[in-house]
Every structure is written in C-alpha cells, then in structure tokens.
Nanobody, 126 residues
Framework: QVQLVESGGGLVQAGGSRRLSCAASGRSFSGYAMGWFRQAPGKEREFVAVISWSGTSTLYTDSAKGRFTISRDNAKNTVYLQMNSLKPEDTAVYYC???????????????????WGQGTQVTVSS
C-alpha cells in the first residue's frame, strides 16, 4: 500500500520558518517527482513546488520563489519543504504528492499526480 505521510505542520508566526517532511513508502519511487500542493479554506488546491527524481529540476509557484526550498533524500524516500518568511496567506493544508515525470519538469498540475498524502495543516498567525 502506497503511503505519503506528511509531518512538520503547526502554528507559526508571520516571518517565521517551518520545515515540512514527507515520507513515502509502499513501492519504489524511482523516476517519480515529489512535491507539494496546498489548499486554503474556501480556495482551490494549488501547486506549491516539485522536485524531480534526480533532484536536478525544481519548479515553484511564484509566491513560493525565494522563500520556499524543496529538496529530497532518495535513500530515505523523503521530500522536504523548507518554508521561510512565512505569511498569513501561506496558511493552508499542505499535501505531499508523487507523480511520474520527465527529469526536467516544466509543468506540474493535479493531473501529474499519482499519489497524494493526507495533508498537514500550516497556520501562520499575523
């Protein structure tokens, strides 16, 4: 059974940092990009960041560029999202995802996703 288990969510003050982790299990994720989506209350789920299997290709939504960094450790089947300079508008449930892609990622949407995690809440207070 494939599982993506997120951790690291919680309450943080505006301007602070948070590191999300996602541990994948249940199959080989060789060739799979891994990334993050988020969904704020009353809004649609949106793409945040993704990293290719090799780690050489990353893609970020504009609002995350310069503040968030995605990385992965294939030996641990784990992907990370380091979030700095957090803003109240970053408040959302963050979902870990995995999907097969080419190693150079130019686009990544919900249709690219094969597996979803259950989500972890990040709340940024002003």
């Amino acid at each position: 059974q494939v599982q993506l288990v997120e951790s690291g969510g919680g309450l943080v003050q505006a301007g602070g940092s948070r590191r999300l982790s996602c541990a994948a299990s249940g199959r080989s994720f060789s060739g799979y990009a891994m990334g993050w989506f988020r969904q704020a209350p009353g809004k649609e789920r949106e793409f945040v960041a993704v990293i290719s299997w090799s780690g050489t290709s990353t893609l970020y939504t504009d609002s995350a560029k310069g503040r968030f960094t995605i990385s992965r450790d294939n030996a641990k089947n784990t992907v990370y999202l380091q979030m700095n300079s957090l803003k109240p508008e970053d408040t959302a449930v963050y979902y870990c995802v995995a999907g097969r892609t080419l190693d150079t990622i130019v686009v990544f949407s919900t249709t690219s996703v094969d597996y979803w995690g259950q989500g972890t809440q990040v709340t940024v207070s002003s």
